[in-house]
C-alpha cells in the first residue's frame, strides 16, 4: 500500500496514516462487532465512525477536537473491527495512533500530567521500581486492612476506581521477576530453546501463572531463556498515547531479545504477545526490516506455540472438570489466535470445554478503560458474566491477566461459581511435578 | 443551520439522548457505503416511538426542513445520506420485534430490527425469513424495505418486496397511512404498500413492517464450480435456469474477487480460477438430490474445471459468509471502492461478461465483479483512487458504456440498491421521461412539499452532478 502522508489538522509526529482511514468503504461489517457501539448506539463511537473522525481531521474539516480525543480513549482497542473488516482496516490501531495526538491537542493538566509521566516513563520502564511500588498494596494486603477496609467501604469515599482497583486486586505474592532462574533447561526429549516474555502484570500479580508456564514449556521439552533486563514491553503506553517511550522500550526489547540464541519468543500474556507483534508498525524505519521481520516472526503467544509445535499429552494428568473459555481480544483479534487454546484444552484428559456464547466479546478490562469508564465497563462485563453463567461449566478459562483481573472481579461481585484461571494455570494442574 | 428554538422542539419530542447535533456526530452521520458522498445533516433524531415521528415530521414541515431517514447506513446509492441537510432521522432505536404471528406465518416488527435478528427470531419458530443482503448482520429491516434488498437467495425465494405485507407509514404532512395486512389477497383499492417497498424513503417513514415468513427447505445442498473462463460461467448458469431449475442460490465471482475474499476469509479458494459458482439447490431432500444431479451434469458440459461439494452445514454457511464479504473484500486493493448494481435478463448473462472484459480493457481499469448470477445481478466493481481524476473519468465511462449495453438488452440500471443520489441520471434512460414525469406526479400527491429525502431519484434541471467528492 502506499503512503499517502496527508496530515491534515494531525501534529506531524505519529500522525494515523491517511491511506489506512481511506481504505474504509463503510459497509458497516464493524458495527455489530463493536462493544462500545453496542453500549452507546452513536455512529462516532462506533469502528466505522471513528475512521471517518480520522479522516475528517486528515482532510482538515475537523479539528483533532475534545470529542475526537474522547473516542480515541472511549474505543476500546479490543479489534474486534478488525478481525471483522474484510477491507483490512484497522481502526483500533488508528484510534491508538490518535491517542498519541491528544497530547499535543489537550495537555493535562499539572498533577494528571505529572502522574501519567512518573507511571508511563519512570516507573513502568524500571522492572526495579515497579516492583517497589507494589510493596505499599502488597503491604496493605499483608496487613489485613484490606479486610477492614472492604468491610467499611472507606474506599467508596474515593473516586470509583480506587474502589474497583481495590476491589480487584489479588493475594499478591512477591514478583516473579527476580526468583525466575534466567535458563530453565528442557525435561525428557529437548526440542529447542525458547525466550519467555516475563509481563509486568503477569510478575507482580499472576507469578503463580507464568511459574506454571514456564514448567509446562520445560516439560515438553523446550530449554526456557528469561533474559532479566527484558523491560515492559510497552503495551500501556500504546494504550495510553505515548508512543515514544513505548518506541524505546521495544527497542531495547528487541535487541535483547533478537541477541539470545532461541528459536520463538514466548508469552502468556495476551496484552504483551499483541505488542511486541507490533513491534514492525511501532519501529518501522528506526530497525532494518529484515531484523523487524525475523522478530516478529518469532514472537508466539504459548497457546499458539504449544498447538504449533504439537503438545505431548502422554505423560498428563487427567483434570476433571468443564470448563468455558473466554477468548481474550489481544489473543483472537490482535493476533488471530483463536483456535490454538480450545485445542489445548481439548487435549488435556478430563476437561470437558463447554462453548459460551460470543466467546469474543471483549470483557471490559481493556488495560485501563475498565478503571476510567467503570459504569460501561460494567456492562460490557455483565453482557459477558451472562454468557458464562448460561454454560454451568465450573471453570472460566482465560490467557490474559486483565480479562483475568476484571472477570475475577466480575465473578466474584455477581456470585457466581465459577473459578476464573489462566490456560497455563490448567495445564500445569495437568503437568506432572 | 437550523435555529435553536425548533432544536429544542425537536430535543422535547425525542428526548436528549436521542438526539445528535455536535459537529463530530454530524459528520460521521453524513454518509453511507457509497463511495464519494458525504453531506453531514444539520441534525439528527432517533425517534422510539411512531407517535415521536409523527411529531418530528410537523416541526419539519412547519420550519420546512427536510427529512432523510436512516437506519445502519450500509445502503449503495446514498439513499440515506441528507442531500439537502436538515434532519437525518435513525430509526435504529425502534428494534423491536412486535409479533411473529405463527398461525398466519408473519412478523410483525420496527424498522431498527437488524436483518439477522428477524431471520434469528423466525427460525427459532421454526420458520424462514429469506431476503438475506450481503450486510444482513447489521442493515435494518426498513432500509430493506425502502431499497427494496435482494441478497443471496433472491433466485428462488425473491426480494424483500415479495415479503412485505403490510406497512404503516408516516406521510409528510403527519398524516398515518397503514397499507396491507395480514391477508394473502388484498385489492382494495391501490396496493400503495408496493409503491412504498423501493420508495428510497421519498414517500413516508416506514415505523412498522409485517413481513410473510414461510416453513423453512428440509434440505439443502451447497457446491462450489471453478471456472478457466467468466464466460462459461455465465453459460452454466443461463443453461441451469433453461434447464428449468431453480437453486436457492447462484452467485458469482471473478478472479480478483476470489483472491480479495481469500485474503480475508483463507478458507482455501483456488486464486488461479477465473471464476466460481456458489450454488445452494434446496428443499424437499428427493428434489434436492435430483436437482444438484442436474446442476452437476450441466457443470461437467459446461467443462467446469473443478466441482466441490460442501461438506456440511458449517461449511456451506462458511462459504456463503464469504461470499457476503466480497464487495468490502475487494476494498483492500483501492483507496476507492466504485460498485454497480448492473442487472439483465438471464439468457444475456455470459455476453455481459464479456461486455464487462472489454470495457476494462477499453478503459484500462481493474474491475473486479461479483454477484447474484441466477437473477442477472452483476456488481461489477471498479477499484480506483479518488485522488486520481483521470482514472475516476475513465471509471465514470465504464459505466456509461457498460449500461448503455444493459438498457439495450433489456436490463435495467438498479437490480437491488436503489437509484438515490448515485444513478439518477440513469432514471430517465430507463424509463423513458414519460415514465419519470408520473413518478413525479405520484411524489408530488405525497409529498407536494418535496420534504421527504429530496434530492433522491430525480434529476433535478439545475444540478450538473450530484456527486459530491470528498
Known amino acids: 500500500m502506499k503512503s499517502d502522508a496527508r496530515i491534515g489538522n494531525f501534529t506531524p509526529r505519529d500522525a494515523p496514516h491517511y491511506d489506512d482511514a481511506l481504505q474504509c468503504m463503510r459497509c458497516g461489517f464493524c458495527l455489530p462487532t ?99 511500588s507494589m ?33 480487584m486486586l489479588p493475594e499478591l505474592a512477591p514478583p516473579l521477576r527476580k526468583q525466575l532462574p534466567t535458563i530453565i533447561p528442557a525435561r525428557g526429549q529437548q526440542r529447542g530453546r525458547v525466550g519467555f516474555f516475563l509481563g509486568c502484570v503477569m510478575t507482580l500479580m499472576y507469578p503463580h501463572v507464568s511459574r506454571q508456564t514456564v514448567r509446562v514449556l520445560s516439560h515438553q521439552g523446550f530449554d526456557v531463556i528469561t533474559p532479566r533486563e527484558i523491560k515492559c514491553c510497552g503495551a500501556p503506553h500504546l494504550s495510553e498515547g505515548d508512543r515514544e517511550t513505548a518506541r524505546q522500550l521495544a527497542l531495547k526489547n528487541l535487541e535483547l531479545l533478537m541477541a539470545a540464541d532461541v528459536e520463538a519468543i514466548v508469552t502468556d500474556c495476551a496484552g504483551c504477545g499483541s505488542a511486541l507483534k507490533e513491534y514492525e508498525e511501532l519501529l518501522e524505519g528506526l530497525v532494518p526490516t529484515e531484523t523487524l521481520a525475523a522478530f516478529r516472526s518469532k514472537v508466539r503467544d504459548v497457546a499458539e506455540f504449544l498447538a504449533e509445535v504439537g503438545l505431548r499429552t502422554e505423560n498428563l494428568i487427567p483434570v476433571n472438570t468443564s470448563v468455558t473459555y473466554h477468548e481474550p481480544c489481544h489473543l483472537c483479534h490482535a493476533q488471530g489466535v483463536s483456535r490454538q487454546p480450545r485445542i489445548l484444552l481439548s487435549q488435556i484428559p478430563g476437561v470437558e470445554l463447554r462453548e459460551m456464547n460470543e466467546s469474543s466479546w471483549c470483557c471490559g478490562s481493556a488495560a485501563t478503560w475498565g478503571l476510567k469508564f467503570s ?40 456470585g457466581l461459581p465459577q473459578q476464573v484461571v489462566h490456560l497455563m494455570e490448567l495445564l500445569g494442574q495437568a503437568t506432572p511435578q | 443551520m437550523i435555529s435553536p428554538p425548533v432544536v429544542s422542539r425537536l430535543q422535547q419530542i425525542v428526548g436528549k439522548d436521542n438526539m445528535l447535533y455536535e459537529r463530530e456526530d454530524l459528520l460521521v452521520l453524513g454518509y453511507d457505503s457509497t463511495p464519494g458522498i458525504h453531506l453531514p445533516p444539520d441534525v439528527v433524531v432517533y425517534p422510539t416511538t411512531t407517535e415521536a415521528v409523527v411529531a418530528l415530521l410537523q416541526v419539519a414541515r412547519e420550519n420546512g426542513l427536510p427529512v432523510t431517514p436512516r437506519g445502519s447506513g450500509t445502503g449503495l446509492s446514498g439513499g440515506s445520506v441528507a442531500a439537502r441537510g436538515g434532519m437525518v432521522m435513525c430509526l435504529n432505536r425502534m428494534k423491536r420485534i412486535l409479533e411473529i404471528d405463527e ?83 388484498d385489492v382494495a383499492g391501490y396496493a400503495f404498500k408496493d409503491l412504498l417497498v423501493g420508495s428510497e424513503g421519498t414517500l413516508g417513514i416506514i415505523t412498522e413492517i409485517t413481513v410473510k415468513l414461510i416453513p423453512p427447505p428440509q434440505a439443502k445442498r451447497t457446491f462450489l464450480a471453478y471456472f478457466n473462463d467468466m464466460r462459461s460461467a455465465g453459460a452454466a448458469v443461463s443453461r441451469i435456469i433453461a434447464a428449468k431449475i431453480i437453486p436457492a442460490t447462484m452467485e458469482i465471482m471473478d478472479r480478483a474477487t476470489i483472491n480479495c475474499v481469500e485474503d480475508y476469509v483463507k478458507i482455501g479458494l483456488p486464486r488461479q480460477m477465473a471464476g466460481l459458482l456458489l450454488i445452494e439447490v434446496d428443499g424437499h431432500p428427493a428434489m434436492v438430490a435430483e436437482d444438484a444431479e442436474s446442476v452437476r ?72 465483479t461479483f454477484g447474484h448470477a441466477g437473477d442477472g445481478n452483476l456488481h461489477p466493481t471498479v477499484l480506483c483512487d479518488e485522488r486520481d481524476a483521470d482514472e475516476m473519468s475513465r471509471a465514470h465511462a465504464f459505466y456509461d458504456e457498460l449500461y448503455a449495453q444493459v438498457l439495450a438488452w433489456g436490463g435495467t440500471v438498479s437490480g437491488e440498491h436503489g437509484i438515490g443520489m448515485a444513478k439518477k441520471g440513469y432514471l430517465a434512460r430507463q424509463i423513458g421521461a414519460g415514465g419519470v414525469a408520473v413518478m413525479q406526479r405520484i411524489k408530488n400527491a405525497f409529498d407536494p412539499a418535496g420534504r421527504l429525502n429530496p434530492g433522491k431519484i430525480f434529476a433535478d434541471a439545475t444540478e450538473q452532478d450530484d456527486s459530491h467528492e470528498e
Request: hydrophobic fraction near 40%.
Open chain 1, 135 to 167: 510493596l505499599p498494596a502488597r503491604l496493605y494486603q499483608r496487613l489485613g486492612i484490606q479486610w477492614l477496609v472492604r468491610r467499611s467501604k472507606v474506599l467508596k469515599l474515593g473516586a470509583d476506581w480506587i474502589d474497583k482497583a481495590a476491589g
Open chain 1, 34 to 132: 463493536c462493544p462500545t457501539f453496542a453500549l452507546t448506539g452513536r455512529e462516532r463511537s462506533s469502528p466505522r465512525g471513528r475512521v471517518a473522525l480520522a479522516r475528517a481531521v486528515a482532510e482538515e474539516q475537523l479539528e483533532f477536537t475534545a470529542a475526537v480525543r474522547d473516542e480515541a480513549f472511549f474505543c476500546l482497542d479490543c479489534r474486534a473491527c478488525t478481525t471483522a473488516c474484510p477491507s483490512g482496516v484497522r481502526a483500533g490501531e488508528i484510534m491508538e495512533i490518535c491517542r498519541s495526538q491528544a497530547q499535543s491537542f489537550h495537555p493535562l493538566g499539572h498533577p494528571g500530567k505529572t502522574f501519567r509521566e512518573f507511571v508511563l516513563q519512570k516507573m513502568l520502564p524500571s522492572p526495579d521500581l515497579l516492583e517497589t
Open chain 2, 103 to 185: 398461525e398466519n406465518l408473519t412478523a410483525t416488527v420496527e424498522p431498527g430490527v437488524v436483518t439477522l435478528d428477524l431471520f434469528n427470531a423466525a427460525d427459532e419458530k421454526g420458520l424462514f425469513y429469506p431476503p438475506d443482503p450481503g450486510s444482513q448482520k447489521i442493515s435494518t429491516l426498513g432500509g430493506n424495505v425502502m431499497e427494496d434488498a435482494g441478497g443471496l437467495r433472491g433466485l428462488k425465494y425473491g426480494v424483500t418486496r415479495d415479503y412485505v405485507m403490510a406497512l404503516q407509514c408516516v406521510l409528510s404532512d403527519g398524516d398515518l397511512l397503514r397499507t396491507g395486512g395480514k391477508n394473502v389477497k
Open chain 2, 297 to 368: 451434469r450441466i457443470l461437467e458440459a459446461v467443462k467446469a474445471a473443478e466441482i466441490h461439494v460442501a461438506r456440511d452445514a458449517d461449511e456451506a454457511a462458511s462459504l456463503a459468509a464469504a461470499r457476503r464479504t466480497a464487495l468490502s473484500a475487494l476494498a483492500r486493493v483501492s483507496p476507492t471502492t466504485l460498485l454497480e448494481d448492473a442487472t439483465v435478463p438471464r439468457s444475456r448473462l455470459a455476453e455481459t461478461f464479456g461486455e464487462i472484459e472489454r470495457l476494462t480493457e477499453k478503459y484500462r481499469l481493474t474491475v473486479g
Open chain 1, 375 to 414: 459504569k460501561a465497563s460494567q456492562q460490557v462485563l455483565d453482557r459477558k458474566l451472562g454468557n458464562v453463567a448460561a454454560t454451568g461449566a465450573e471453570l472460566l478459562v482465560t490467557a490474559n491477566p486483565g480479562c483475568q483481573l476484571q472477570l475475577a472481579w466480575g465473578v466474584r461481585e455477581a
